[in-house]
């Protein structure tokens, strides 16, 4: 028996419509195929154009004409100035913000402390690693340094270590005898050098005579002098004066024990740090001395007003102690004064862009160098006033609220945000005491301000070309020397 579909019957359906209906169900189909395209179309059209319009707000800062092939703007440094001298001069021309190639790799250049600011705030952790060039493998253990340590664990742990075990207040002042050890030898064998060279010469003038003649002075080459005597001062590790307390390196042995850091084995850690605060920091403090030597020699005003702030809050019948310190305000100046003038590390220390950003309005590529030139922004007319004059007044005037610790861009000495200068309070404290000591203890015979050479060169830290050589002679009361 036949059966027949009742909707066929009733709707007449038959094999003719389903065709039609089939075929309308697929133009159907199609057109919203067509839709869905056209938007997903649309919304990429529209991403696209987002993307383009982001790019194009965010093209690529100017790059410094007179690339060469290979070595790119090499050439260049090698100008007769210095390198951060010479980027200077092509910020006047081309802007604060510009890139130069350093062989195959691009660096950013920073001129004004508004872009250094957004540089170390905004975009700090993009800037907290280092590059890893050959040289810095080798000397630093693998980048083993602290500073030369990319960021990430690491770096971190160790910085922990530094700061609280190493560098931390109660460290500090529990080897404050050995820096007050190293600084009155220092002094008094210079005076007894002035001794035997007066007994030699048939003179027999008391330390405290009024009287002067060249004669009555030695001379002493100040940068060899510095950098021995900073040398003494760090050396704390092998020296039999601390004796009963516990060096750094029995500080960070004990660390280590309890808790490893990872990548290296506890006696890299500990040669790599020992090595990096001994002689790092020694480099910075001497050369930072004899700038300021060199200075206030040739500023001969200033040199007489530190000499009569020292004679006022010390006198001449004590010796300055490191509690002193504080007390000397026109000291503290003529130190921040230096350091303005002569950064360390004019270009800061290295950095490198681990992912893309933005500066200035500018896109920033991974990979690229961060040269923020601190010799320029510390010379900006719009924030101090007669910047190429040495004026310590001004930290006492118009900029006295102006410190060191990396939150005022404008004077950056020792870096900013997550890598600044980890011993900077140690190292302003070596260079306040050892400066007042050796300013109170000895008169210095006033050359003529022409003859001092401020010719300088970009070396490891930026360092006085010619030496420095003074002729001196004590000044205080016998009985300071005899205690020494």
Same mark, same amino acid.
């Given at each position: 028996?036949?059966? =027949?579909?009742?909707?066929?019957?009733?709707?007449?359906?038959? *094999?003719?419509?389903?065709?039609?209906?089939?075929?309308?169900?697929?133009?159907?189909?199609?057109?919203? !195929?067509? /839709?869905?395209?056209?938007?997903?179309?649309?919304?990429?059209?529209?991403?696209?154009?987002?993307?383009?319009?982001?790019?194009?707000?965010?093209?690529?800062?100017?790059?410094?004409?007179?690339?060469?092939?290979?070595?790119?703007?090499?050439?260049?440094?090698?100008?007769?100035? &210095? *390198?951060?001298?010479?980027?200077?001069?092509?910020?006047?021309?081309?802007?604060?913000?510009?890139?130069?190639?350093?062989?195959?790799?691009?660096?950013?250049?920073?001129?004004?402390?508004?872009?250094?600011?957004?540089?170390?705030?905004?975009?700090?952790?993009?800037?907290?690693?280092?590059?890893?060039?050959?040289?810095?493998?080798?000397?630093?253990?693998?980048?083993?340094?602290?500073?030369?340590?990319?960021?990430?664990? #690491?770096?971190?742990?160790?910085?922990?270590?530094?700061?609280?075990?190493?560098?931390?207040?109660?460290?500090?002042?529990?080897?404050?005898?050995?820096?007050?050890?190293?600084?009155?030898?220092? +002094?008094?064998?210079?005076?007894?050098?002035?001794?035997?060279?007066?007994?030699?010469?048939?003179?027999?003038?008391?330390?405290?005579?009024?009287?002067?003649?060249?004669?009555?002075?030695?001379?002493?080459?100040?940068?060899?002098?510095?950098?021995?005597?900073?040398? !003494?001062?760090?050396?704390?590790?092998?020296?039999?004066?601390?004796?009963?307390?516990?060096?750094?390196?029995?500080?960070?042995?004990?660390?280590?024990?309890?808790?490893?850091?990872?990548?290296?084995?506890?006696? &890299?850690?500990?040669?790599?740090?020992?090595?990096?605060?001994? +002689?790092?920091?020694?480099?910075?403090?001497?050369?930072?001395? =004899?700038?300021?030597?060199?200075?206030?020699?040739?500023?001969?005003?200033?040199?007489?007003?530190?000499?009569?702030?020292?004679?006022?809050?010390?006198?001449?019948?004590?010796?300055?102690?490191?509690?002193?310190? !504080?007390?000397?305000? #026109?000291?503290?100046?003529?130190?921040?004064? =230096?350091?303005?003038?002569?950064?360390?590390? *004019?270009?800061?220390?290295?950095?490198?862009?681990?992912?893309?950003? =933005?500066?200035?309005?500018?896109?920033?590529?991974?990979?690229?160098?961060?040269?923020?030139?601190?010799?320029? +922004?510390?010379?900006?007319?719009?924030?101090?006033?007669?910047?190429?004059?040495?004026?310590?007044?001004?930290?006492?005037?118009?900029?006295?609220?102006?410190?060191?610790?990396?939150?005022?861009?404008?004077?950056?000495?020792?870096?900013?945000?997550?890598?600044?200068?980890?011993?900077?309070?140690?190292?302003?404290?070596?260079?306040?005491? +050892?400066?007042?000591?050796?300013?109170?203890?000895?008169?210095?015979?006033?050359?003529?301000?022409?003859?001092?050479?401020? /010719?300088?060169?970009?070396?490891?830290?930026?360092?006085?070309?010619?030496?420095?050589?003074?002729?001196?002679?004590?000044?205080?009361?016998?009985?300071?020397?005899?205690?020494?």
């Amino acid at each position: 028996m036949t059966h =027949t579909n009742p909707y066929k019957s009733k709707y007449g359906i038959g *094999p003719f419509s389903t065709t039609i209906i089939n075929q309308k169900m697929e133009l159907v189909l199609n057109y919203l !195929n067509i /839709t869905t395209i056209a938007l997903i179309s649309l919304i990429s059209l529209f991403f696209f154009l987002f993307r383009l319009s982001k790019v194009s707000h965010t093209k690529n800062p100017p790059t410094i004409p007179g690339s060469w092939p290979i070595l790119g703007h090499l050439p260049l440094m090698r100008n007769t100035q &210095t *390198p951060h001298k010479t980027l200077a001069s092509l910020a006047d021309r081309y802007g604060p913000i510009f890139t130069i190639k350093l062989g195959a790799t691009h660096a950013l250049v920073l001129n004004n402390w508004e872009l250094a600011k957004e540089c170390f705030t905004k975009n700090d952790i993009v800037v907290s690693s280092r590059p890893k060039p050959v040289a810095a493998e080798i000397m630093s253990y693998n980048q083993a340094f602290i500073g030369w340590a990319p960021y990430g664990a #690491y770096w971190r742990q160790l910085r922990k270590i530094v700061t609280m075990e190493i560098l931390s207040k109660h460290r500090v002042e529990l080897l404050s005898h050995i820096r007050v050890s190293e600084v009155q030898s220092s +002094i008094k064998e210079l005076v007894n050098t002035w001794s035997h060279q007066s007994q030699a010469s048939g003179q027999s003038e008391p330390l405290n005579d009024t009287k002067s003649s060249t004669n009555d002075y030695v001379s002493v080459e100040l940068n060899k002098w510095f950098q021995q005597l900073t040398l !003494n001062m760090k050396g704390v590790g092998s020296d039999d004066k601390v004796v009963g307390e516990r060096d750094f390196m029995d500080a960070m042995l004990l660390v280590l024990n309890d808790k490893p850091i990872e990548m290296f084995d506890a006696d &890299t850690v500990i040669k790599a740090t020992t090595m990096e605060l001994i +002689i790092g920091g020694s480099d910075t403090t001497a050369g930072t001395l =004899t700038w300021a030597m060199s200075l206030l020699l040739k500023n001969p005003h200033v040199l007489k007003k530190a000499k009569e702030e020292l004679n006022t809050q010390i006198g001449k019948e004590n010796c300055v102690r490191e509690s002193d310190v !504080n007390k000397l305000v #026109y000291l503290d100046a003529i130190i921040k004064e =230096t350091l303005r003038f002569y950064p360390p590390a *004019p270009f800061s220390s290295p950095r490198e862009f681990t992912e893309d950003c =933005t500066i200035g309005g500018y896109h920033i590529k991974k990979g690229t160098r961060l040269m923020p030139n601190l010799w320029k +922004i510390h010379r900006d007319s719009r924030v101090w006033s007669d910047p190429l004059e040495f004026k310590p007044e001004r930290f006492l005037t118009t900029n006295k609220d102006v410190d060191l610790g990396g939150q005022n861009f404008e004077l950056l000495p020792f870096g900013s945000g997550r890598r600044r200068c980890a011993g900077m309070s140690l190292g302003l404290h070596m260079l306040h005491y +050892i400066l007042a000591n050796f300013l109170h203890s000895f008169d210095i015979l006033n050359l003529s301000p022409e003859s001092i050479d401020l /010719t300088e060169v970009l070396e490891f830290t930026s360092t006085k070309v010619t030496p420095l050589e003074v002729l001196v002679k004590p000044c205080l009361s016998p009985k300071c020397y005899e205690i020494m």
